[in-house]
């Protein structure tokens, strides 16, 4: 079954601080993976798009990494501020078609 | 990048009316698109997917008959919920592939909220 999980479901950090999000996924033979971003009560903002083939990718402060053998991303978020405060989905493709979303890390970043 | 549009943002209605969607792709043209469901404090859901000109393929446990999908142009998937409950209450997001970006890269929409009474 391709399953898609989040670690840390919440996460609260002060202004200024590094900090790293994590995507697990079962089945490493991804098709592609990206990152979202979703304020209370709106749809979704798209951060980042990896290709199976590519490694990471970076968005300004945002960078996100890629390791399909071990079934694993990470998103990056330098310099953390007050408006990053947003829950954070991954989601992944493994045959272009649909998405399996994981549930997500819930991110507050204090002032 | 591509442009998903969705009407209405909000609905509120009677328990037992039928409620209709919409999810437009404005600056291209989608063969395929999705459609999510998202409860509160949960992640997305894959409901069903449409594809342009074909009976839509639903998701384990998506009852097709509740939730009728329709992808009658290349720019426009419809997805009405018959006979609302208040279960049904949720957020209901759609998306669509740019084939002329590659066809990688989902797009969504803003998303639905709908309320059940």
């Known amino acids: 079954k391709q399953e898609v999980t989040q670690i840390p479901a919440a996460l609260s950090v002060p202004e200024g601080e590094n900090l790293v999000l994590n995507c697990s996924f079962t089945d490493s033979a991804i098709y592609n993976l990206q990152w979202f971003r979703q304020d209370p009560g709106k749809g979704l903002t798209s951060l980042l798009l990896i290709q199976s083939s590519q490694r990471e990718q970076t968005s300004g402060r945002l960078n996100a990494s890629l390791d399909k053998s071990s079934g694993r991303s990470t998103l990056y978020i330098a310099a953390s501020q007050p408006g990053d405060s947003a829950t954070y989905l991954c989601a992944v493709s493994w045959d272009n078609n649909d998405m399996r979303f994981g549930a997500g890390t819930r991110l507050t970043v204090k002032p | 990048g591509a442009v998903v549009s969705q009407h209405p943002s909000r609905v509120i209605c009677k328990s037992g009316t039928s409620v209709k969607i919409e999810c437009r792709s404005l600056d291209f043209q989608a063969t395929t698109m999705f459609w999510y469901r998202q409860f509160p404090k949960q992640s997305l859901m894959l409901m069903a997917t449409s594809n342009e000109g074909s009976k839509a393929t639903y998701e384990q446990g998506v009852e097709k008959d509740k939730f009728l999908i329709n992808h009658a142009s290349l720019t426009l998937s419809t997805l009405t919920v018959t006979s609302a409950h208040p279960e049904d209450s949720s957020f209901y997001i759609c998306?669509?592939?740019?084939?002329?970006?590659?066809?990688?890269?989902?797009?969504f929409g803003p998303g639905t909220r709908l309320t059940v009474l």
């Open positions: 998306s669509a592939r740019d084939p002329g970006q590659g066809g990688n890269e989902q797009f």
